[in-house]
């Protein structure tokens, strides 16, 4: 079936710094979605990418999809301690009808 | 305002008893997913219903079940619990327009612990 592969694991930053987590996969996507979940809570959607090479913006949030359709990435610029939390990929299986979650990145923010 | 819930929050209950966790919804979505969270780990996907079809994931062991009884409401059931199905079992809803597929939103969870 259909892996994604999510790095890093885990990442630990000083507030005001940029973080960056990155999704692969072997075979071509036709979309990629991104989900937050804070500690104790549960998934919430960011945003979803279609169009290979597609950047889309969230105020510090910047999502990319790669032009080969097999990667994507998520940055935040100036991490605040609002944005601690594990941030996963999601690729959408059009043969299960179903997402497939990348293994996520937890960000600790250190004030 | 619209969303999903799930009863109850939290659910502890005894080994190889069985137990039924419960979904409703009000987006009318007419998708709805059942996955099992682990700590640290990514939502796995148990299964899910497309409108009335029901599709099981195949490695969901036979002790998961699910009911979905009509658009607003979904049920698992485990039949005997083990200890290694103690997780945060999270239910969520999409309307799908394949072949893209949608965003899911996902209801609060449910603890479940097994003793």
């Known amino acids: 079936g259909q892996q994604v592969m999510q790095i890093p694991q885990y990442q630990h930053v000083q507030e005001g710094e940029d973080f960056t987590t990155y999704c692969n996969s072997s075979?071509?996507?036709?979309?990629i979605q991104w989900y937050k979940q804070r500690p104790g809570g549960h998934p919430v959607f960011l945003i979803q990418?279609?169009?290979?090479?597609e950047v889309k913006k969230q105020k510090r949030l910047t999502f990319q999809f790669g032009e080969a359709k097999k990667n994507s990435s998520l940055h935040i610029t100036a991490t605040q301690t609002t944005d601690v939390g594990t941030y996963f990929c999601?690729?959408?299986?059009?043969?299960?009808?179903?997402?497939?979650f990348g293994s996520g990145t937890r960000l600790q923010v250190q004030p | 305002d619209a969303m999903v819930i799930q009863n109850p929050r939290y659910q502890v209950t005894q080994f190889g008893k069985p137990v039924t966790l419960s979904c409703s919804q009000t987006?009318?979505?007419?998708?709805m997913y059942w996955y099992q969270q682990k700590s640290s780990q990514a939502p796995k996907l148990l299964f899910h219903?497309?409108?009335?079809?029901?599709?099981n994931e195949a490695d969901t062991p036979d002790n998961f079940q699910s009911r979905r009884p009509n658009t607003s409401f979904c049920f698992l059931d485990i039949r005997s619990p083990g200890l290694g199905d103690a997780a945060m079992y999270l239910c969520?809803?999409?309307?799908?327009?394949?072949?893209?597929?949608?965003?899911?939103?996902f209801g609060p969870g449910t603890r479940l612990t097994v003793t």
């Open positions: 969520a809803t999409s309307v799908d327009l394949a072949p893209l597929g949608r965003e899911q939103y």
């Open positions: 075979t071509t996507l036709s979309n």
């Open positions: 990418l279609v169009k290979s090479g």
């Open positions: 999601a690729a959408y299986d059009t043969g299960r009808r179903a997402l497939t």
């Open positions: 987006l009318n979505h007419n998708v």
């Open positions: 219903y497309y409108d009335k079809d029901f599709n």
